[in-house]
C-alpha cells in the first residue's frame, strides 16, 4: 500500500429519512488518490455529489450498509444518469445480500420503458451495467494495491447490517451503518483516524419511536469511540432534528454529550459538504 496515497472524506449527505432543508440522507465519499468509492446512496445523493464537484459518472464503487429505504433510494438514479453522462464501465456495487434484486426490480424492471427508448437512439446498454457482490458475512470484501475494505456485522432493525472500514497504509477511515450498540464497535474502530458514525437522536427521543431501540444513544457513541481512540468522530444520520423543527442546537447538544464522554475526541458534528482530508 502506499503510504503516501491522498485520502479524503466527504459528508454527502448528514440527514436520514425525513426531509430537511439542509440535510441529504445516508451518503459519503471516500477518495483515494482521485478515485471515488461511495458509501450508501440515500435521499438526495445523486443531486448533493454533484453541488460537491463530484460528477456522478465519476464514482467508481458502491458500497450500501443496509436495505432500509433512506440509504438506497438514490442508487438506481445514480446508475441512471451515470450510464447517461458516459459511463464506460460496469459499476461495482457491493450490499448486504437482497442488493441485486433490488437493482432488478427497482431499476431494470421499473426502468425497462426508458431503458428501450433510449437504446432507440443509440445508447449502449452495456454501460448501464452493474456487478452486485451480496454480502452474508462479515470480513474482507476487497483488497488491492492501495487499500483494503473489511466489515463489521452489527443489529440493525431486523436487517443484515454492514459497517465498513477502510484501511489505506497505516490509515483508517470508518463508515459506521445505522446500529444498536455493540462492544465489538470498539475494536472495528479502533485508532481509525476517522469515523463517521449516526447520531440519530437522545435516548429521551428513542423511548417515544417505536424504531428507537435500533440505534445508538449519544452516551453510547462517547463511549465507544473513546474505548476505540478513534481520532475525528464525525456524527450523521441526524434523525432527532427532524422532530425539532430542524434546530441544529439539538445536534449540537448531543455533541456536547458525547464530548463529556470523551473529552480528548474531536467531535464534529456532520454537515452536507463536511470534507476532511486525513
Ligand atoms: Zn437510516
Ligand atoms: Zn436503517
Redesign the pocket.
Known amino acids: 500500500m502506499n503510504p503516501l496515497s491522498e485520502i479524503s472524506v466527504l459528508v454527502a449527505g448528514s440527514g436520514a429519512v425525513r426531509a430537511h432543508p439542509t440535510r441529504g440522507g445516508p451518503c459519503y465519499v471516500v477518495t483515494i488518490d482521485g478515485k471515488n468509492l461511495l458509501f450508501d446512496c440515500g435521499r438526495c445523493a445523486v443531486h448533493n455529489i454533484s453541488r460537491f464537484s463530484i460528477p456522478v459518472e465519476t464514482v467508481s464503487a458502491v458500497y450500501i450498509t443496509?436495505l432500509?429505504f433512506?440509504?438506497i433510494c438514490d442508487l438506481p438514479l445514480l446508475l441512471l444518469l451515470s450510464w447517461n453522462n458516459g459511463r464506460t464501465e460496469r459499476m461495482p456495487v457491493y450490499g448486504p445480500k437482497g442488493i441485486a434484486g433490488f437493482l432488478e426490480n427497482g431499476l431494470r424492471l421499473a426502468y425497462t420503458n426508458d431503458i428501450k427508448s433510449r437504446q432507440g437512439h443509440g445508447k449502449n446498454t452495456d454501460y448501464l451495467g452493474w456487478d452486485t457482490t451480496e454480502l452474508t458475512q462479515e470480513g474482507v470484501v476487497v483488497e488491492t494495491e492501495s487499500y483494503t475494505i473489511d466489515t463489521l456485522v452489527t443489529k440493525?432493525?431486523g436487517?443484515l447490517n454492514f459497517n465498513y472500514r477502510i484501511r489505506i497504509a497505516d490509515k483508517i477511515v470508518v463508515i459506521m451503518?445505522?446500529s444498536e450498540p455493540d462492544p465489538r464497535i470498539v475494536d472495528f474502530c479502533r485508532g481509525a483516524n476517522i469515523v463517521l458514525i449516526e447520531c440519530s437522536g437522545t435516548k429521551e427521543f428513542f423511548d417515544t419511536v417505536p424504531w428507537g431501540s435500533?440505534h445508538t444513544t449519544p452516551e453510547q457513541v462517547g463511549q465507544l469511540m473513546r474505548d476505540a481512540g478513534a481520532k475525528k468522530v464525525v456524527l450523521k444520520h441526524l434523525v432527532i432534528e427532524s422532530f425539532r423543527d430542524n434546530d441544529p442546537k439539538v445536534s449540537e447538544s448531543m455533541a456536547d454529550t458525547i464530548r463529556t464522554v470523551y473529552p480528548d475526541g474531536e467531535i464534529f458534528v456532520g454537515e452536507d459538504g463536511m470534507k476532511f482530508d486525513i
Open positions: 443496509h432500509h433512506d440509504h440493525h432493525g436487517l451503518s445505522d435500533w
